[in-house]
């Protein structure tokens, strides 16, 4: 069966990624359908903190102002601390720019709900619809989608095509896009603690020689926690044992001690997460972009995955509003031709990958710092927090970065200052801006 429908985008996907596609490319008045296997959105823990980068596009689209309206959180710094809660690191949001001075926080579904409510009469979204594969023609380009919904198939075809559909994304490896994909040895147990004696100000990271514990606040007076764990230890626990270890993971922290007598009362809320890096070899294949996790994962504590996923819709859809000029207005016929497709597909892949290896790097980096139980990994990651936290330029140039308005790549020789290998004559001067 055939949709005669006429699309100019397909997205299969309704995540970070897939919303934020379809709201840029609706704005540029195409005509977009957006599809996702899931009925509903789902209610889980993968990210709640939005980055500078990320809320200057946010900004544009109204969906800020919906976020901050539903209550999100506003964010001034990102500590790393020691387990009795001395500040190492301590990256301060409000020496960047004036309007990129804060995180924000909400809950991945509130996110996902904002994105979803603005988006325009351009976008239609169907749910419960399983995309099985990508559609051809002779040369191998990539000219629609085959959907299932109700065990029935159809066929959309439209020039664009945006893979949006996760890190396992099954229309990258339709397409033949391979990629580096590193599993690191380690879970992350997320607890949503509601009512907490004691609530952190920061997006506060403890260390401790058995992991990471983070916390920041959310909404309603709650509190987001991640606890580090090996990969093997919470094999076969049931609740009690669940809640006994989470009772002593959080017990180690002396600064988290006041969330301790909610913490029983938080695990129904306990969800475990595995831990990937990704990075894909291209961003593009004939008629199709990827965008979000299907071309780009990182370590959940860099809080850099939906940021990179909403600034690349964004690049893509810019790159496309360029090519269209002051072509027919929306709801005339096609305003997109191939031509205009692969020229921005390949100026996308051209502006964003070496961006996203820059960005995969710095997260990388920053993640083996606070994450890596070896011996060798914690005495460096210590060495390199601390010297980075005592050094003024450094810590602007890393704060910069992980706010998403970078690059600006350390070089070597900051590497071996940050480690503390090399003095920094420079410490002092803190770049402008
Ligand atoms: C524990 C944790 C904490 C995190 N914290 C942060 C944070 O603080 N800040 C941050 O920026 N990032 C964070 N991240 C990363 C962030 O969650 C991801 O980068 C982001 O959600 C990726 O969005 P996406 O749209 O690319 O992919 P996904 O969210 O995986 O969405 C993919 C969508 O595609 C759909 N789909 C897949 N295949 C098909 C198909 N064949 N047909 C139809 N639909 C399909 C799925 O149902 C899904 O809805 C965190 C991640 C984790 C795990």
Redesign the pocket.
């Known amino acids: 069966m055939s949709d005669s429908t006429h699309y100019d985008a397909l997205v299969?996907?309704?995540?970070?990624?897939?919303l934020a596609s379809a709201r840029a490319l609706g704005e540029l008045g195409l005509r977009v359908l957006l599809?996702?296997?899931?009925r509903a959105p789902l209610d889980v823990?993968?990210?709640?903190?939005?980055q500078p980068g990320a809320l200057r596009v946010l900004r544009r689209w109204g969906t800020e102002r919906l976020l901050r309206e539903r209550s999100a959180v506003g964010l001034d710094r990102l500590v790393v601390r020691t387990a009795r809660g001395d500040a190492l690191m301590a990256l301060d949001y409000r020496q960047l720019p004036d309007g990129d001075r804060q995180l924000l926080a909400h809950d991945?579904l509130a996110i996902l709900t904002s994105l979803a409510d603005g988006l325009g009469p351009e976008v239609e979204i169907r749910r419960g619809?399983?995309?099985q594969e990508p559609l051809r023609d002779d040369t191998g380009r990539v000219t629609g989608l085959r959907l299932t919904q109700k065990g029935v198939s159809h066929d959309v075809r439209a020039p664009l095509v945006v893979a949006?559909?996760?890190?396992s994304s099954?229309l990258r490896r339709a397409v033949g896009i391979g990629g580096r994909r590193v599993d690191y040895p380690h879970r992350?147990v997320?607890l949503d603690i509601a009512g907490p004696a004691w609530r952190p100000e920061d997006f506060a990271a403890y260390l401790t020689d058995r992991g990471l514990r983070l916390a920041y606040p959310l909404p309603g007076g709650r509190v987001r926690l991640?606890l580090q764990t090996r990969s093997d230890e919470l094999r076969g626990l049931d609740r009690g044992r669940l809640e006994e270890w989470a009772a002593q993971a959080v017990g180690e922290v002396p600064a988290l001690h006041g969330l301790v007598p909610a913490l029983a009362a938080a695990a129904g809320s306990r969800q475990i997460?595995s831990v990937t890096r990704f990075l894909s070899d291209r961003l593009a294949a004939p008629g199709l972009a990827l965008v979000?996790?299907?071309a780009y994962?990182v370590h959940?504590m860099a809080?850099?995955?939906?940021?990179t996923?909403i600034t690349s819709a964004a690049a893509l859809a810019e790159q496309i509003g360029r090519r269209l000029g002051d072509r027919p207005a929306a709801g005339g016929p096609s305003r997109l031709d191939t031509a205009t497709v692969d020229a921005a597909l390949h100026a996308y892949q051209a502006e964003r990958l070496p961006f996203l290896v820059q960005a995969a790097q710095t997260s990388g980096n920053a993640a083996r710092m606070v994450t890596d139980l070896s011996w060798p990994g914690r005495v460096v990651g210590r060495r390199a927090v601390r010297c980075t936290g005592a050094n003024p330029r450094l810590l602007h140039t890393v704060t910069y970065n992980m706010a998403g308005l970078g690059p600006r790549p350390l070089t070597p020789l900051d590497r071996l200052q940050q480690i503390g290998l090399l003095p920094d004559p420079r410490a002092h001067l803190v770049p402008a801006g």
């Not at 299969?12 to 897939?18: D, I, K, L, N, P």
């Not at 949006?164 to 890190?167: F, M, N, Q």
């Open positions: 299969c996907g309704a995540g970070v990624g897939g599809v996702d296997r899931q823990a993968k990210g709640e903190v939005l991945h619809v399983l995309v949006a559909d996760g890190i099954r992350l997320s991640y997460f979000g996790e299907a994962a959940p809080a850099q995955g939906m940021n996923a």
